[in-house]
């Protein structure tokens, strides 16, 4: 028999999402964005096993390259997993 707990209608559990532990890659990428522009590459590949936050990654530093540029230009970074 299961045992059902009745809460109060104001009891509601919310997650907060945090995009962490993500130091080393961003800087990695950072490093290599700069480079990329200099250089006049077009285009960074992102590898690995499955499962461990690429395309989380990839939305962020998306986010951040917007953030950063949006003043200069556009950022066209396609997720083709």
Partial sequence: ?????????????????????????RKAFWNRYAKMVSEGSTVISFYGAGGVGKSALLKKLEEEIKHRDKLTGNANMSNTT
């Fill in 1 to 25: 028999m299961a045992i059902k707990i009745k809460r109060p209608a104001f009891y509601k559990i919310s997650a907060v999402k945090e995009f962490t532990d993500r130091t080393e890659p």
